[in-house]
């Protein structure tokens, strides 16, 4: 791990220091965290047809394995 010092004005520090005593955090834990939801944010591509292509299957048909060949019903022929 890397150590990072910074200065902040005296309103921001109690700012977060609040925040984290609020959040049942240290300051360390919360900087981190605000650092990281920064940096890599938790978001869900809607064209990723993991989340736009449900149902898999439609109609009756001739029973497949969709645990075993879930990539090619999602991204199409592998290859």
Do not use: C
Not at 16 to 22: E, I, S, T, V
Not at 32 to 53: C, K, N, Q, T, W
Not at 60 to 76: C, Q
Request: aromatic share 8%; charged share 35%.
């Amino acid at each position: 791990m890397k150590l990072i010092q910074t200065r902040v004005p005296e309103a921001e520090y109690e700012l977060l220091r609040r925040r984290a005593r609020a959040e049942g955090k240290t300051m360390q834990e919360w900087i981190r965290g605000a650092i990281r939801s920064r940096l890599l944010p938790d978001e869900v591509d809607p064209a990723d047809p993991l989340f736009a292509g449900f149902p898999l299957v439609r109609g009756k048909g001739p029973k497949v394995n969709v645990a075993e060949r879930h990539d090619e019903f999602l991204y199409g022929p592998l290859g």
